[in-house]
């Protein structure tokens, strides 16, 4: 895949993040290129979701510097709006707007943001939700789809705002077993043209499959860190070692 | 009876009228208090969340007919003492905030309650996509805030209807102050307290079954 060496898209040095008294992240320092795919793994509690939610301040950072495209997202001066609007999240528990049909969620955000008129928004969003497989449910409500429509519906809200980067947080943990392949899918096809993604996951084997880049992360640090060959397969760190003998 | 709903049947429909005009008036500037102190202690602002708090707990604990005496006579006393200065306010002035503040502070919690009950992932998405806070709260968060207050906000808005009736001690001419000028030039309290009684019944009837239409109308595509 195209990782482009030169250009940094995301540059975390020191980062630091507390909860009142609890330390979640301790000290977290890492570059992601642009097309990279980073793949984040580790043990429940060990910071891997805070951090990937702090690379569009959903979560305030404590301490330390985040620069997206070079824009330091920590500085007081900064809008970060209009960082988030090149950040594309997906959650674990999708988020869809309830109180909006599928079409609705997609056009929300580009429209109310004066980046497309309505009409455009609304072929952007038929085209978006044809790439998931989805427009066949454009009127339909959240309520009415399963977990891997919903899924895969958020992450074409995401593409809307035509984001070059993609953050996903967990994005088939709350999915049935056989609505995992579909949303993973989505996720490849996107990887395979060069969207700059970090994902936080469970799924080894898609980590293996896909990604550039692993990183084992537990109790607040990145321990480990490597290509899926040399983490996943030939892990060092006897933590690392521990967790995926746990998990494969 | 006849005789009464003949006699007084006018004066008691508009003595109702009476009572309608304070009861929206107080609860359009309730709405108003409510929705202000109700997002003042949602946002994540410390002195905004403590000045909701203080308001909420010290309108919550006096009673309103306290708050209606303070209001008609005291404020404007205290006033009047001043240098130079002379205030008063009519009855319907007084009542209005004095169902207003009354009202809003019961509204500040149900509005903050249904933010509260919307799942923080809404917000969550809706920032995540470049939404600005304020924008997120209209677009999103509120519209199903709203559909879960609906019940709440009916009900306290009968209350505030019903209280209306303990402003008659400030001498407003809504339906029980009338009534009892009517109880004491006829004698007949039975036949005019079950009168009021009934109209009482009518209107919150009415407004309830309203209520049940609308909210049937917002959880429809649901």
Same mark, same amino acid.
Not at chain 1, 27 to 34: R, V
């Given at each position: 895949?195209?990782?482009?060496?030169?250009?940094?898209?995301?540059?975390?040095?020191?980062?630091?993040?507390?909860?009142?008294? /609890?330390?979640?992240?301790?000290?977290?320092?890492?570059?992601?290129?642009?097309?990279?795919?980073?793949?984040?793994?580790?043990?429940?509690?060990?910071?891997?979701?805070?951090?990937?939610?702090?690379?569009?301040?959903?979560?305030?950072?404590?301490?330390?510097?985040?620069?997206?495209?070079?824009?330091?997202?920590?500085?007081?001066?900064?809008?970060?709006?209009?960082?988030?609007?090149?950040?594309?999240?997906?959650?674990?528990?999708?988020?869809?707007?309830?109180?909006?049909?599928?079409?609705?969620?997609?056009?929300?955000?580009?429209?109310?943001?004066?980046?497309?008129?309505?009409?455009?928004?609304?072929?952007?969003?038929?085209? +978006?939700?044809?790439?998931?497989?989805?427009?066949?449910?454009?009127?339909?409500?959240?309520?009415?789809?399963?977990?891997?429509?919903?899924?895969?519906?958020?992450?074409?809200?995401?593409?809307? +705002?035509?984001?070059?980067?993609? /953050?996903?947080?967990?994005?088939?943990?709350?999915?049935?077993?056989?609505?995992?392949?579909?949303?993973?899918?989505?996720?490849?096809?996107?990887?395979?043209?060069? +969207?700059?993604?970090?994902?936080?996951?469970?799924?080894?084997?898609?980590?293996?499959?896909?990604?550039?880049?692993?990183?084992?992360?537990?109790?607040?640090?990145?321990?480990?860190?490597?290509?899926?060959?040399?983490?996943?397969?030939?892990?060092?760190?006897?933590?690392?070692?521990?967790?995926?003998?746990?998990?494969? | 009876?006849?005789?009464?709903?003949?006699?007084?049947?006018?004066?008691?429909?508009?003595?109702?009228?009476?009572?309608?005009?304070?009861?929206?008036?107080?609860?359009?500037?309730?709405?108003?208090?409510?929705?202000?102190?109700?997002?003042?202690?949602?946002?994540?602002?410390?002195?905004?969340?403590?000045?909701?708090?203080?308001?909420?707990?010290?309108?919550?604990?006096?009673?309103?007919?306290?708050?209606?005496?303070?209001?008609?006579?005291?404020?404007?006393?205290?006033?009047?003492?001043?240098?130079?200065?002379?205030?008063?306010?009519?009855?319907?002035?007084?009542?209005?905030?004095?169902?207003?503040?009354?009202?809003?502070?019961?509204?500040?919690?149900?509005?903050?309650?249904?933010?509260?009950?919307?799942?923080?992932?809404?917000?969550?998405?809706?920032?995540?996509?470049?939404?600005?806070? $304020?924008?997120?709260?209209?677009?999103?968060?509120?519209?199903?805030?709203?559909?879960?207050?609906?019940?709440?906000?009916?009900?306290?808005?009968?209350?505030?209807?019903?209280?209306?009736?303990?402003?008659?001690?400030?001498?407003?001419?809504?339906?029980?102050?009338?009534?009892?000028?009517?109880?004491?030039?006829?004698?007949?309290?039975?036949?005019? $307290?079950?009168?009021?009684?009934?109209?009482?019944?009518?209107?919150?009837?009415?407004?309830?079954?309203?209520?049940?239409?609308?909210?049937?109308?917002?959880?429809?595509?649901?």
């Amino acid at each position: 895949m195209a990782v482009n060496r030169d250009k940094v898209k995301i540059h975390v040095s020191h980062l630091k993040k507390n909860f009142g008294k /609890l330390e979640v992240l301790k000290d977290i320092s890492t570059d992601i290129y642009e097309g990279e795919v980073v793949v984040i793994i580790g043990p429940s509690g060990s910071g891997k979701s805070t951090f990937l939610r702090c690379l569009n301040q959903l979560e305030e950072i404590t301490d330390g510097q985040a620069l997206i495209d070079g824009v330091d997202i920590t500085d007081k001066h900064v809008n970060i709006n209009h960082v988030r609007e090149n950040i594309g999240m997906v959650f674990q528990h999708f988020n869809l707007f309830a109180n909006m049909n599928v079409l609705r969620n997609l056009t929300l955000a580009p429209v109310d943001l004066k980046k497309a008129t309505k009409e455009e928004a609304r072929t952007q969003a038929m085209e +978006m939700l044809a790439k998931v497989g989805m427009q066949d449910k454009a009127e339909a409500y959240p309520s009415q789809l399963s977990g891997g429509q919903k899924q895969r519906v958020a992450i074409a809200r995401a593409l809307c +705002m035509h984001p070059d980067i993609m /953050l996903f947080d967990e994005p088939t943990s709350a999915l049935d077993p056989e609505m995992v392949g579909e949303v993973l899918q989505v996720m490849k096809n996107l990887a395979a043209e060069g +969207m700059t993604m970090v994902i936080v996951t469970h799924e080894i084997g898609f980590a293996r499959e896909v990604s550039d880049r692993v990183l084992f992360m537990d109790g607040g640090y990145i321990v480990e860190e490597g290509t899926p060959q040399e983490v996943i397969l030939n892990p060092k760190e006897p933590r690392t070692i521990d967790f995926l003998n746990k998990v494969l | 009876m006849v005789r009464i709903v003949t006699v007084y049947g006018r004066l008691l429909l508009e003595a109702m009228g009476q009572t309608l005009i304070l009861a929206l008036s107080g609860l359009f500037f309730a709405c108003i208090l409510g929705l202000i102190f109700g997002l003042m202690s949602v946002v994540r602002n410390k002195v905004c969340n403590v000045i909701a708090v203080i308001f909420v707990d010290a309108i919550r604990s006096v009673p309103m007919i306290v708050l209606a005496y303070f209001i008609y006579f005291g404020v404007p006393a205290a006033i009047n003492n001043m240098p130079g200065m002379s205030f008063t306010l009519s009855a319907l002035q007084a009542g209005t905030v004095a169902l207003a503040l009354n009202c809003g502070a019961y509204m500040a919690e149900i509005i903050r309650a249904g933010i509260q009950s919307v799942d923080r992932g809404q917000m969550e998405a809706a920032r995540s996509l470049g939404l600005p806070y $304020w924008r997120a709260m209209q677009r999103v968060v509120l519209p199903q805030a709203i559909r879960t207050m609906i019940p709440s906000i009916v009900n306290q808005f009968i209350i505030t209807l019903k209280d209306t009736s303990i402003l008659s001690v400030i001498g407003f001419p809504e339906l029980v102050n009338t009534a009892k000028n009517v109880v004491a030039s006829t004698f007949r309290a039975f036949e005019v $307290w079950g009168l009021v009684a009934v109209m009482y019944i009518i209107v919150i009837l009415t407004l309830s079954r309203c209520a049940k239409i609308l909210e049937r109308r917002l959880n429809r595509g649901r």
